[in-house]
């Protein structure tokens, strides 16, 4: 009997029909990029402060002197969300007396902003932020925008794996690329904060299911030397693509409106690989549709050039492991073992924190010094090289510490910033990209070190799990960047603390680096420090991370 890579393999690795599939299907990636952190220039927050009505009986000196100064960053700046009480100021400027000379300012009493805000125009023209006053008692909703993104992408992580089991990879990719689209475009519309909201939450549950659906159509289609290539840098990279092109778009169109119709419309260019793009001959073979799936087969053939057997699919030659009795393995078997319990803690905790740290500092660049276009440029740009770093560390070097090096280095970096002076600000944001590029490494490498500890028979709910971890930290990210208009440096404390501490975590979980995948739970490595019953003497598989396409697969949920 025979399998599918055994039946396949005379079409080769790397021929045309692969380029093809790699990278279109990389390429649809690109627009997850850019709409993933639209937020951070739809809902970016200009310096404003209270307005002041044209009909208010004030002199043009009392007018200037009507918001109060407070401290911020060291030095004085007008109040955003107080100003004098405009009836005692005319009072005083219709008895002629003068701010600061005749009346001293401190002791007068303040009221909030009731005729609404000023808006300084430099760097937008309008956000969500501007169009519904999302300031002062309200400034709760901004970042509530982006957690309800990202509640989107927790419950399209639920949905996507079953619906493209259920309907196929290729429809289930289209369908949600026209549901992200149709819904930003619905989006550009909205005339509330409420509306914007709930299709936000929409366009995230597209979003991501668009993502797992690609990631595994790819993973199911390409063979296993190109597979982990697509995994760890076709998709990631195309990705930083799209997140580069955020900032070019936005520093181009400065109104909210306009921006997100131009992050919107590129996703029709995915139309035309409708007829390019092949349904999994492998979720075919599943079905049992073998005619449909030998037709793709021998069109790739044809596209490489290569001449097809006669016969390439035998239902009765085919190994089908779908079809096999098997024992069922639920959720409940991550706490089976002291074991594999400790290492689901520890991989929940790992992904949680590492996801707070990635999206905190992607979220954060408009509160960094300088062009805010300029710094979320930088920090599309810092990811590449860490796929790229993060590659050749799975290839070469052990996991455990590859990982709590670059969560070492992510978290010292956050840390350090407090302690530069507030003059070298090009020294800050150093440190910040570094801290980015040591937690986007070690984000890329988290997928395939969880795989590879977790063993077949749960493989995908482990990841699954930990995925889940991952969501409800980017969901929690927002606040963590919130937490800066309290104290400055307090996101980065925060978010270094726990990243240098997960790096210690990390160092506790077993190394599966030339180690063969375990199949079941009594295969698999054991945490450091823990007691435990000898394991059973059942021979491990010898399948290597690049020729199990579980590791890639299970990446996506």
Not at 152 to 162: A, E, H, I
Not at 379 to 402: D, F, G, K, T
Request: with cysteine.
């Amino acid at each position: 009997m025979r399998d599918y890579e055994e039946v396949t393999a005379f079409l080769g690795e790397w021929g045309r029909f692969q380029r093809l599939v790699f990278f279109l299907l990389s390429a649809s990636i690109v627009p997850n990029g850019f709409n993933g952190l639209s937020i951070v220039f739809l809902a970016g927050t200009p310096e404003h402060r209270c307005a002041v009505p044209r009909g208010a009986n004030l002199s043009g000196e009392w007018r200037n002197a009507s918001i109060p100064l407070e401290l911020r960053e060291g030095r004085a700046a007008p109040s955003r969300c107080r100003r004098y009480r405009l009836a005692a100021l005319a009072n005083f400027s219709a008895l002629g007396l003068r701010p600061g000379s005749d009346v001293e300012l401190g002791s007068l009493e303040q009221e909030p902003c009731l005729d609404g805000w000023e808006y300084s125009r430099d760097v937008y023209r309008s956000t969500i932020v501007t169009e519904w006053n999302l300031v002062c008692d309200n400034d709760w909703k901004g970042p509530l925008s982006t957690s309800l993104f990202f509640v989107g992408v927790l419950l399209g992580s639920f949905l996507s794996g079953q619906l493209s089991d259920k309907f196929g990879r290729k429809n289930v990719l289209f369908a949600t690329l026209a549901m992200q689209t149709g819904f930003s475009f619905i989006q550009v519309f909205s005339t509330s904060w409420e509306m914007f909201s709930v299709f936000f939450v929409l366009v995230g549950m597209g979003q991501i299911s668009n993502y797992v659906a690609a990631f595994v159509l790819g993973t199911e289609i390409l063979g296993k030397s190109i597979r982990v290539l697509f995994c760890t840098l076709g998709v990631c990279i195309f990705y930083a693509f799209g997140y580069m092109l955020l900032p070019l778009f936005a520093y181009f169109i400065r109104d909210w409106r306009m921006l997100l119709l131009a992050l919107t419309l590129p996703g029709l260019l995915c139309i035309p690989l409708w007829w390019v793009i092949p349904e999994s001959p492998r979720w075919l073979i599943s079905q049992g549709r073998f005619q449909e799936a030998e037709d793709i087969i021998r069109k790739a053939a044809k596209t490489n050039g290569i001449t097809a057997p006669d016969v390439i699919l035998d239902p009765s030659e085919l190994q089908d492991l779908n079809s096999q009795k098997q024992q069922t393995y639920t959720i409940l078997d991550l706490m089976k073992t002291r074991n594999i319990l400790t290492i689901t803690i520890m991989s929940v905790i790992l992904w949680m924190i590492i996801s707070v740290g990635y999206f905190g500092l992607s979220l954060d660049t408009p509160n960094l010094h300088g062009d805010v276009y300029v710094n979320c440029f930088l920090s599309a740009v810092i990811e590449v090289p860490a796929y790229i770093i993060s590659w050749l560390l799975l290839r070469n070097l052990p996991r455990r510490y590859s990982m709590a090096a670059a969560l070492f280095l992510g978290g010292c970096v956050l840390l350090f910033i407090q302690l530069v002076p507030s003059h070298i600000r090009a020294l800050s944001i150093l440190l910040v990209m570094l801290g980015k590029f040591g937690i986007t490494s070690a984000f890329s490498m988290v997928y395939v070190y969880t795989a590879e500890l977790y063993p077949t028979v749960v493989r995908n709910m482990g990841v699954g799990a930990s995925s889940m971890a991952s969501r409800l930290g980017s969901i929690l990210s927002p606040y963590f960047v919130y937490l800066g208009a309290y104290d400055r440096f307090l996101p980065y404390i925060l978010m270094g603390s726990l990243t240098v501490l997960s790096g210690i975590l990390t160092l506790f979980l077993p190394e599966s680096y030339g180690m063969p995948l375990p199949d079941t739970i009594e295969q698999m490595l054991l945490v450091k420090g823990l007691e435990y019953r000898p394991a059973s003497s059942s021979t491990r598989a010898s399948k290597e991370e690049e020729e199990n396409p579980e590791i890639c697969k299970s990446t996506a949920f």
